[in-house]
C-alpha cells in the first residue's frame, strides 16, 4: 500500500467524524512527506526538535508542524517562530517559556496540555491536581502569548482494550469538566489529541477529534538517530 492510498483511506474514515489527522512523520523522508503532501495532507507531527527544524526548513511553508514529544525549556526558542501546535505541554514551567518565546516572535501559539493516564511510568504529564492547580493560579490568567486549545493523552501501551477505552473516557471527562468550568465561552478550548496507530478507534469511540498516526500512514518505522540542537 502506498502512503496516498493510505491517506486517502483514514480520511475517508476520519472526515465524516470530524476527526483531524496528524501525519505522524517523525523519522520518515524528505519524500515520503512530500508523497503525504501531494495527496493534500497538511498536517504533521514530529517528536524531535532538531528533526522538526531540519524538515520546517526543507518543505513547504504552508505546512502545519506539531510537536508532539517531550518538550525541554531549552529547544522552545528553536520552534517558537512557527510551530502550529504543541500536544505535549506537560508542566505550568514549559507553559511559561513557551509564552515568553512566543512573545519574543509577537506570536500567540497553540498549546494542548499534556495529561498523564496511562499505568506507564515513563509517559509525561499533568495529574488531575495539578491542571486544576495551575487554572487556578493568578499567573496562569497572565499568559498572553499562549492559547489552549485543549488536552491530550497517551494510553497505556498494552492490548487490553477495556484498560485503553477507560484510560481514554477518563481524559474525555477531564476534557468535558475543564471546558465547563474554565473555558465555557471560549471556542478555541475544541481540541482533544487522543489516539495513535494501535488505538485511533477506540480513542475516537471515546471522544477524541484529532488522531497521530505514523505507521498506518507511512509504513514500520525506521529509527535514524538525529543529532540534537
Known amino acids: 500500500m502506498?502512503?496516498?492510498?493510505?491517506?486517502?483511506?483514514?480520511?475517508?474514515?476520519?472526515?465524516?467524524?470530524?476527526v483531524t489527522l496528524v501525519a505522524v512523520s517523525k523519522t520518515k523522508s524528505n519524500e515520503?512527506?512530500?508523497?503525504?503532501?501531494?495527496?493534500?495532507?497538511r498536517i504533521f507531527g514530529e517528536?524531535?526538535?532538531q528533526e522538526l527544524v531540519d524538515k520546517y526548513?526543507?518543505?513547504?511553508?504552508?505546512?502545519?508542524?506539531?510537536?508532539?514529544?517531550?518538550?525541554?525549556?531549552?529547544?522552545?526558542?528553536?520552534?517558537?517562530?512557527?510551530?502550529?501546535?504543541?500536544?505535549?505541554?506537560?508542566?505550568?514551567?514549559?507553559?511559561?517559556?513557551?509564552?515568553?518565546?512566543a512573545a519574543k516572535n509577537n506570536r500567540i501559539i497553540d498549546c494542548l496540555l499534556?495529561?498523564?493516564?496511562?499505568?506507564?511510568?515513563?509517559k509525561y504529564g499533568f495529574d488531575h491536581a495539578e491542571l486544576i492547580e495551575m487554572f487556578q493560579e493568578e499567573e496562569f490568567t497572565e499568559l498572553k502569548n499562549v492559547r489552549i486549545r485543549g488536552l491530550m493523552g497517551i494510553a497505556t501501551n498494552t492490548d487490553k482494550e477495556k484498560e485503553i477505552k477507560e484510560e481514554f473516557y477518563e481524559l474525555k471527562m477531564l476534557f468535558d469538566g475543564v471546558k465547563l468550568s474554565y473555558y465555557r465561552?471560549?471556542?478555541?478550548?475544541?481540541?482533544l489529541s487522543m489516539g495513535m496507530s494501535s488505538?485511533?478507534?477506540?480513542?475516537?469511540?471515546?471522544?477524541?477529534?484529532?488522531?497521530?498516526?505514523?505507521?498506518?500512514?507511512?509504513?514500520?518505522?525506521?529509527?535514524?538517530?538525529?543529532?540534537?540542537?
Open 199 to 229: 488505538d485511533y478507534k477506540l480513542a475516537i469511540e471515546r471522544g477524541s477529534n484529532m488522531v497521530r498516526l505514523g505507521s498506518t500512514i507511512f509504513g514500520k518505522r525506521v529509527v535514524k538517530h538525529f543529532k540534537t540542537v
Open 57 to 101: 526548513e526543507a518543505l513547504p511553508k504552508d505546512i502545519n508542524w506539531h510537536l508532539l514529544g517531550h518538550l525541554q525549556t531549552n529547544k522552545v526558542k528553536y520552534i517558537a517562530p512557527f510551530i502550529s501546535l504543541i500536544h505535549s505541554v506537560d508542566s505550568f514551567k514549559l507553559l511559561k517559556e513557551i509564552n515568553k518565546h
Open 185 to 191: 465561552k471560549e471556542d478555541t478550548f475544541d481540541t
Open 2 to 18: 502506498s502512503i496516498t492510498t493510505n491517506i486517502e483511506e483514514i480520511q475517508q474514515e476520519l472526515a465524516p467524524l470530524s
Open 47 to 49: 517528536n524531535m526538535v
Open 114 to 122: 499534556q495529561v498523564f493516564i496511562a499505568e506507564e511510568e515513563t
Open 32 to 41: 515520503d512527506i512530500l508523497e503525504a503532501y501531494n495527496t493534500g495532507q
